[in-house]
C-alpha cells in the first residue's frame, strides 16, 4: 500500500517586539519598586521580623507534649485555679492568690479590691459552672475569673448568671477578670438587660494572658509567682505553664498581620509582584554565591580551585603535608558562613594526641578566637546585608595570611 506523502506545514511563531518586551519588564519593574517601597507592607514586614524573632521555642515542654489537652480551656482553668488556690500542693499559701489581686489593683482601671477581705478566700472551680472563683467566707466577697484563652464564645448571659449564682449565696461580685490570649475581646452583652450593663460591666476587667505588656497575665503576674516560690515543683510547674502561655501568645500575636497582609495580597498586581520578588529572593542566593566565585577566580592562591555546589562557594585543595585544607562560604538567606577545615582530618579517626590541623593553622595566625566550633569546621558568620563588605574583605584577609603561613614553612615546624 502506497502511503500518501504527509506536507508540514511551517509554524511561525510571532515573536513580541523588544520594544514591546521593555515596556513589559519597565511594567513589572515599576510594580516590584512600589511593593518594596510601600510604607504600610514595610510596617507589616517589620512586625512580622520582630514577632518571629521573639517567637518562644519552649523545647522539652510537659504541656505541649499533652497538646491534646493544652487546647482546651478546663486545661488553663485548672492550671490557675492549681496556682491560685491557697490550699493547693504548691505549699506556699496565699502568696500566689495575694499577688493575683496585688495585679488586678495595679492594673485594673476600674476596680480596686482590698486583699484584707480576702484573708479567707477558699478557690473553687466549676461552682455553678463558674471557671473560677474566689470567695472570702467571713467578707462575703467574691472574684469570678471568666478564661477564654482559647477563644471560646460566652455563652447565653454568662457571666449575668455567674453573678446571680453568687449574689443567691450572700456574695458580693468585686470584680469579673475575663482573660482572652491576647486581643481586646469584650463580654458578649447583646443578650444582656439595660441593668446588668450598668451594674455589671464597670466590675468587669478584660486582661491578655500575652501581649508582651507590664498589665498581662505573663508578665503582671505569673513571672511574679516564679520568682517567689521556693518549692522546687512548684517552680517546674510555673515556669512550664509561663513558656507555654509566651509560646501561644507569641504566636497567636502574628494572625492580625497575617490577615493585614492576606488583604493586600487580594489585589492581583501587588500579589503577583510578590511572587516575583520572592522568585528573585531565591534567585539572589545563587547569585550571591557567584559573586563571591567571580570576585576571587583570579585569587584564591594557596588554594588551587574555586567551584559551586549548591548554596556553596567552595574554595578548596589547599594541599599542605598531609592536610587538603578548604574554605566553604555558605551563602544563607539572611548571612553567610564561612568555614575552614581540612578534608582529610577525621576526629573519630584521628590519633587522640593529634590536633585538628585547621586548629594549628588558625592558632599559628593568631585568628581562632574569631570563629566558633561546628563539628570538625571553624565557623564564622556575617549578616546580610550589613556585613556583606566585611565578609569579602575577610576572605581577601583570610586567603592572604594563609598564603603568608605557606610561604615560611620552618616556622610550622616548631
Known sequence: MEIAEQKTTPVFVKLMPLSDLQALINSHLKKLRNLVSNDKLLKLAYKY????KKEIDIGLNIFQLISSTYYKENFHSDILH???DPDGRHKEGAMFLHTFIDFINEHSMRVSVRREEYQNAVVERETGRIDISIKDVSSKKAIIIENKINDAVDMERQIPRYVEHLNRRGFEVDLIVYIVLNGNKQPNTHDWSQQER????PKVFPVSAYNETPGDFYNGWLTKCEKQTQNIDTLFLLRQYNNLIAHLGGKNMNKPLMEEFLQDMLVEDKYNAAISLNAMLQDLIQYRRDKIIDEFRFSYLPFTRIRDWNNYAVIENYFYKESNFALDVIVEQDRYRAQFFDRNYDK???PLSQTNPATAVLEKLNILS?????????EKHFLFPSQEK?????IAAFISQLKKYNELPVLTEQ
Open 49 to 52: 521580623t520582630v514577632f518571629q
Open 390 to 394: 566585611e565578609l569579602y574583605e575577610f
Open 348 to 350: 573519630n579517626k584521628a
Open 198 to 201: 450598668d451594674s455589671i460591666l
Open 82 to 84: 492549681a496556682i491560685l
Open 370 to 378: 574569631d570563629f566558633a566550633v561546628a563539628g570538625d569546621r571553624w
